[in-house]
């Protein structure tokens, strides 16, 4: 795949969705941070049916702290591996509040040093709350990246130098939310719908080589 058709590509997915976002629900970058930490092998509408309670009552460090961790656990226990975020949430709050006064660090390093997060969290945090071209490749951007030709790798790392280096620089900052919103909902894993895949002309895997 060259150049123009890469271009191509994020022109269509901008000219469809000309505003992408996540589908996680928050009002702010700390917000963010708990539902992200949360969303990990969990669906996005999990989440959101449970972070409104947990936020309405407690949606700082502090706060979170206050309710220790088997109040915490009672509003994400529809959440899977509850136990286990529960407990990094807590340690992630204990080092936000000693080091950060509170606030979500906007450096890489920063952020992966908390509990519970890693380079994909870190890169969500950096691009959706503080703005930075950051790509973070779950299962959807890795198997759209790859089935397409956009930017094919053996490992999530792999595709994530790829895209940075390849997507035009004017969609970067966009490109995360698009690339996930296109595998969740057109490029399915298993039944992707190809007749109402808006960049279908640029794939480089035909419709009939995709097993189902």
């Not at 992408?20 to 996005?44: G, H, K, R």
């Not at 280096?165 to 992707?192: F, M, N, Q, S």
């Amino acid at each position: 795949m060259n150049t123009q058709q890469r271009h191509a590509i994020f022109a269509r997915l901008k000219a469809q969705n000309p505003h992408p976002t996540t589908e996680l629900n928050y009002s702010t970058p700390f917000e963010l941070l708990i539902a992200v930490m949360l969303s990990a092998q969990a669906t996005d509408k999990s989440v959101n049916k449970a972070t409104p309670s947990l936020f309405k009552v407690a949606n700082t460090a502090s706060g979170i702290l206050a309710l220790g961790e088997e109040k915490l656990k009672t509003f994400i226990k529809t959440i899977g591996l509850f136990n286990t975020k529960a407990r990094n949430i807590l340690k992630t709050c204990e080092i936000l509040l000693k080091e950060y006064d509170g606030a979500v660090p906007s450096e890489r390093a920063a952020l992966e040093a908390l509990p519970g997060v890693g380079r994909k969290t870190a890169n969500v945090i950096l691009n959706t709350a503080f703005g930075e071209p950051t790509i973070a490749v779950d299962t959807h951007i890795f198997r759209v990246a790859n089935r397409t030709g956009l930017a094919p790798g053996k490992t999530v790392r792999a595709v994530e130098e790829k895209l940075l280096k390849c997507v035009p620089d004017e969609y970067k900052k966009d490109a995360h939310h698009w690339l996930i919103l296109h595998g969740r909902y057109t490029c399915l894993a298993r039944k992707p719908k190809c007749g109402e895949c808006v960049i279908a002309s640029w794939c480089e895997s035909p419709p009939d080589s995709i097993k189902s």
